[in-house]
């Protein structure tokens, strides 16, 4: 597994256009939880530490309930939460982590967090260029989620490493 497998969410370049409803952003966010439980299923397939692998194939379960959320949030039986959410930053200053079978738990965490921070900033890019106002309140709580799974990983490494 390469640098890219992470990255690759990092893309910039969607046509904001196809996100002309509600509906159409749920089903790409929902698509994005679908390849996090893949990535991390993949991942937990190939780490040498049995623990580790238990540890990603609960993420993968972690990313099934997301989508469960996106899917019930689409059908109107919750509503996306727009409650502000605290950062620790960490992502910011970690080093890169390359996944692969001998990473640590300590490498998992800055990965999950540096992949909750891509998707939250790709949120954000988006809602900077939706055109009405519906869809940027629903990039920018999409964008609010992911901060608050990026700040679980950031305050787990948080009490390991201080």
């Known amino acids: ?12 370049d969607y046509d904001v256009k196809k996100f002309d409803t509600v509906d159409k952003i749920l089903d790409f966010a929902i698509g994005r939880e679908i390849d996090a439980q893949s ?6 397939s190939i780490v040498k530490d049995p623990k580790l692998a238990k540890t ?15 899917e019930a949030i ?11 959410i605290g950062k620790l930053n960490i992502a910011d200053y970690a080093k890169d982590v390359r996944p692969g079978p001998d990473m640590s738990y300590t490498d998992l965490l800055i990965i999950g967090m540096k992949k909750e921070e891509t998707s939250r900033a790709l949120y954000v890019n988006l809602a900077s260029i939706a055109a009405k106002q519906d869809l940027k309140d629903t990039f920018l709580k999409l964008a609010q989620n992911e901060a608050e799974h990026k700040l679980r990983f950031e305050l787990e490494y948080d009490l390991m490493i201080f």
């Open 56 to 70: 990603l194939t609960g993420l993968a379960a972690e990313e099934l309930d997301h989508e469960n959320e996106l």
């Open 39 to 44: 990535f991390y299923m993949k991942l937990s």
């Open 1 to 12: 597994m390469n640098k890219g497998d992470i990255k690759k969410v990092a893309k910039w």
């Open 74 to 84: 689409k059908f109107g039986k919750i509503a996306l939460s727009d409650q502000e």
